[in-house]
């Protein structure tokens, strides 16, 4: 499962959301944002990210650290994002992962910090 979470965060890190979700995400996956439901499948995971993904001009995203145990891995990143507004977004999450059948199933994500 090391691979598969690996190529999860350089794809995040490159900036290839879209990609990643397709790829990554089972079709069925269940999003949590910080315990409110943020999408019940992947279709509905990518059309809510279309939208933010495509009003990004500047995208700096560091893994800040992995821990993977079982079919769970726990990611925290550290994102700088710079919209076509010229605002910056700077901001720390925590993906919580469940894997099954090489995809994500579940996914909750909790805010660390805003800056």
């Keep these: 499962m090391d691979d598969l979470v690996n190529d999860f965060v350089e794809m995040n890190q490159a900036g290839l959301v879209l990609e990643l979700c397709e790829k990554h995400y089972d079709e069925n996956v269940i999003m949590l944002n910080n315990g409110t439901v943020f999408a019940e499948s992947m279709l509905e995971a990518y059309d809510k990210q279309k939208g933010f993904v495509g009003s990004i001009i ?58």
């Design 58 to 115: 500047e995208f700096d995203v560091k893994l800040v650290s992995k821990v993977v145990k079982d079919n769970v891995s726990e990611l925290i990143f550290h994102y700088k994002m710079t919209g076509a507004d010229s605002n910056l977004v700077d901001f720390t999450g925590k993906h919580v992962q469940t894997w099954k059948n090489k995809k994500i199933v579940r996914e909750e994500y909790f805010s660390v910090d805003a800056t």
